[in-house]
T-cell receptor, first 116, second 110 residues
């Protein structure tokens, strides 16, 4: 079956512009996660959705970052007024419903964002 | 707070060598522990996991044992192959969040 998909795969933008990154989770997966992977760094947790609500936004690095999820499916991560330090690979993951479902997250291929 | 520390890479080994990648964690309570792997050009995928103390996770010849007394979850493989070349991430789950280490790049030479 189809896995987690993300678009675009690559995005180059100029400093100060806004960008939108999209994630399509696996059908039926209720939980959705956004991470950021910077060069030489691990995966940095950004935000987590259960259905359409985000019980944990603690990882968003600044108020320039926001995310939404509609219909319990597609999610969009928006970065306003991009800065060079936002350059990274943005990963999305989803996991199925269930008590220990979070144990296994299925990752998308990521969006590589480059801010010039 | 919760955190994961793993050995820095890159790690370079010859084929058929024994592999250990160290991982220690800091967490309240009893988190689930994971190793994820990212092969070149591919997405991150779960390699193995352990959900309680003394559990051993295993997959594809890799093993890791949940050691509560040393707060460790070291990854081992008895005989590595070139195809094992990848970046390996140790991680823990606490509540609904997975916290990853910085990753260890592994190069296996033929």
């Amino acid at each position: 079956g189809a896995g987690v998909s993300q678009s675009p795969s690559n995005k180059v933008t100029e400093k100060g512009k806004d960008v939108e990154l999209r994630c399509d989770p696996i059908s039926g997966h209720t939980a959705l996660y956004w991470y950021r992977q910077s060069l030489g760094q691990g995966l940095e947790f950004l935000i987590y959705f259960q259905g359409n609500s985000a019980p944990d936004k603690s990882g968003l690095p600044s108020d320039r970052f926001s995310a939404e999820r509609t219909g319990g499916s597609v999610s969009t991560l928006t970065i306003q007024r991009t800065q060079q330090e936002d350059s990274a690979v943005y990963l999305c993951a989803s996991s199925p419903p269930g008590l220990t479902s979070t144990d296994t997250q299925y990752f998308g291929p990521g969006t590589r964002l480059t801010v010039l | 707070g919760n955190s994961v520390t793993q050995m820095e890479g890159p790690v370079t080994l010859s084929e058929e060598a024994f592999l250990t990648i160290n991982c220690t964690y800091t967490a309240t309570g009893y988190p689930s522990l994971f190793w994820y792997v990212q092969y070149p050009g591919e997405g991150l995928q779960l390699l193995l996991k352990a959900t309680k103390a003394d559990d051993k996770g295993s997959n594809k010849g890799f093993e890791a044992t949940y050691r509560k007394e040393t707060t460790s979850f070291h990854l081992e493989k008895g005989s590595v192959q070139v195809s094992d070349s990848a970046v390996y991430f140790c991680a823990l789950r606490r509540d609904d969040k997975i916290i990853f280490g910085k990753g260890t790049r592994l190069h296996i030479l033929p």
